[in-house]
């Protein structure tokens, strides 16, 4: 059984709308409509600067979507997830959020172009 098989998900194949529709539909719609703007946001910065508006759009869309996660869990996640976690995020489990979406992007989303990817 995954981890994140407790999350209300269905999978189109589009992670721009996949995760739109993930986070309304795990009653995160703020967390939704933010992700939307940033990631229109990175598509403009990209198309700005010469760079894949695609590839923008969707690290932009999916650079939250751990938000499923409360802030109480996601020390705990991180560890199951063998995600290094630091002394400032022991400290702060808020900042793990980046790290577990990233992790989320690739086994829920199935992004895993590496261009895409930043630690």
């Known amino acids: ?20 529709h993930f986070l309304r539909n795990n009653q995160l719609p703020l967390v939704a409509e933010h992700s939307r703007r940033v990631s229109e946001e990175a598509n403009r910065l990209a198309r700005a600067f010469g ?6 759009e969707i690290a932009g869309a999916l650079h939250d979507i751990s938000a ?5 869990q996601r ?4 560890k199951e997830l063998n995600i290094e976690v630091l002394e400032e995020e022991i400290a702060f489990p808020m900042i793990l959020h980046q790290k ?3 992790f989320m992007a ?12 930043r630690d």
């Not at 020390?75 to 991180?78: F, I």
């Not at 086994?107 to 895409?116: A, N, R």
């Open 51 to 56: 760079a894949s508006e695609k590839k923008a």
């Open 100 to 102: 577990i979406s990233k």
């Open 106 to 117: 690739m086994e829920l989303f199935h992004v895993t172009d590496l261009e895409t990817q």
């Open 75 to 78: 020390l705990s996640m991180a």
């Open 1 to 20: 059984m995954s981890l994140f098989s407790r999350f209300n998900v269905y999978f189109t194949g589009d992670p721009i709308l996949d995760s739109y």
């Open 68 to 72: 499923v996660i409360p802030n109480n």
